[in-house]
């Protein structure tokens, strides 16, 4: 038994009335490789695999010699005995509280601790620990724990986990697929693949984890820059980061090297704005041949929303009634937003509708469509593509970009009565 886990054990209440200054990191608690705090979203495979593996505390203290932050021995004190996942985080959880409260008064790992053994473990301190507590049994655990403490401590090997490349990606996945909503990692899992497929022609992919280096990354991200653009790169240096991010954050490598790789400056792709005699042909053309398509783009324009918010609205979330858009952003809250007349003016009937049926279905307003926002948004993507060739508009041009053109007839139209702040300041909501 370690004489850290003996004095865990006894560290007083009034620990922080003695300021040291940080030469250690907060102690961390390791749960089997598995976010704790969506354990309730875990299947019973992924439970059982997490309470098989070691379940410690963990920190690092600053060696006087090196003045760098070395990894301690793990901290288990009998934690995995315990085979359920409360009993086990809680047992850990009051070691971590222990063991911060124990380093705060000033415990060292690379000194001799005699003296705030004698100042924690006197008898005028025991005697009055003794007094509050009813327990014969916590007091013999006390008598034994002062019996045991003044023995060499053990010493306990760091375990080092060296997992494969392939095993660490799955790793990663199965943990982030709980962690972001289902667009955000379909595009994460989708830039990994990327980055796993290109270690597979490198015939790096056999190897341990650790066998990947800063230079490996940045050839990789060289070759994504070189292929695609600055901008793809930069996402895919930030997903890769995030990866190694909770590969650290697990104990599985030492250092997330990635986010020290530099983020290259990278110039957006701008949306050119039509002109005046540019929509009036594309409004009457999609007139003609997708009326559809004709309703989706109004919305974009008038209501000044993105393809992919319009994908998300239902027949319920219309209120014809108040003119009143109810619009679910990701990550966010509901916003209101006010309908415009001329909208309201091209909406069919929908008081009749399903209100859980689609807004912009795939043909028709109010219609049911089994695919997820995504793919629908790029379905009217692809649709306005054939009104792009038609007019032969290159790739600065899109749907996107009624929403910059109507923007601007908007501002153009306050600054006849309003200063440029006003104008600024009434568009903004």
């Not at 038994?1 to 006894?10: A, G, K, N």
């Not at 495979?45 to 932050?69: C, D, I, M, Q």
Request: aromatic share 10%.
């Amino acid at each position: 038994m370690s004489s850290i886990y003996l004095l865990l054990q006894r560290v007083h209440k009034n620990v922080h009335v003695l300021p040291m200054k940080l030469n250690y990191s907060e102690p961390k608690i390791y749960t089997g490789g598995v976010d704790i705090s969506l354990w309730s979203k875990l299947s019973v495979k992924e439970k059982k695999a997490s309470l098989e593996k070691p379940w410690y505390v963990y920190f690092s203290f600053r060696n006087s010699k090196t003045n760098k932050l070395e990894r301690q021995p793990n901290i288990k004190a009998g934690a995995n005995k315990l085979k359920t996942k409360g009993e086990r985080y809680a047992f850990l959880r009051t070691m971590q509280q222990a063991l911060l409260e124990l380093l705060e008064y000033g415990f060292n790992p690379y000194q001799d601790n005699s003296s705030l053994e004698e100042a924690m473990f006197s008898s005028d301190n025991l005697n009055n620990s003794n007094k509050k507590s009813t327990k014969s049994q916590h007091l013999a655990i006390e008598k034994t724990t002062l019996e045991i403490i003044k023995k060499e401590p053990i010493v306990i090997k760091v375990e080092q986990i060296h997992r494969t490349i392939s095993e660490a990606f799955e790793f990663t996945l199965d943990l982030k697929v709980n962690m972001m909503n289902k667009n955000s990692f379909v595009q994460y899992k989708s830039r990994i693949g990327l980055f796993e497929k290109w270690l597979k022609e490198k015939e790096y992919y056999k190897n341990t984890i650790d066998f990947i280096t800063k230079k490996i990354v940045i050839e990789y991200l060289n070759e994504v820059l070189k292929r695609t653009s600055a901008r793809n790169r930069n996402n895919s240096r930030t997903d890769i980061a995030s990866m190694f991010q909770l590969l650290e954050d697990n104990e599985i490598i030492k250092d997330n090297f990635v986010k020290k790789i530099a983020v290259l400056k990278s110039v957006p792709k701008r949306n050119k704005t039509y002109t005046p005699k540019q929509e009036k042909e594309i409004y009457k053309y999609l007139e003609e041949v997708d009326p559809h398509l004709l309703l989706f783009v109004k919305f974009i324009s008038y209501s000044i929303l993105r393809p992919i918010e319009i994908c998300r609205l239902r027949v319920g979330d219309v209120d014809v009634k108040d003119k009143k858009l109810y619009l679910k952003e990701k990550n966010k809250p509901v916003k209101i937003k006010i309908i415009p007349e001329i909208l309201l003016e091209s909406l069919p009937d929908l008081s009749k509708g399903d209100s859980n049926a689609l807004l912009f279905g795939r043909y028709e307003i109010g219609e049911l469509w089994d695919a997820d926002e995504v793919n629908r948004r790029n379905d009217f993507s692809k649709r306005f593509k054939k009104i792009k060739d038609h007019f032969k508009l290159g790739v600065e041009y899109g749907m996107y970009s009624f929403k910059h053109t109507f923007i601007t007839k908007l501002y153009k139209s306050f600054r006849e009565t309003m200063s440029q702040h006003e104008a600024k300041s009434k568009i903004m909501p």
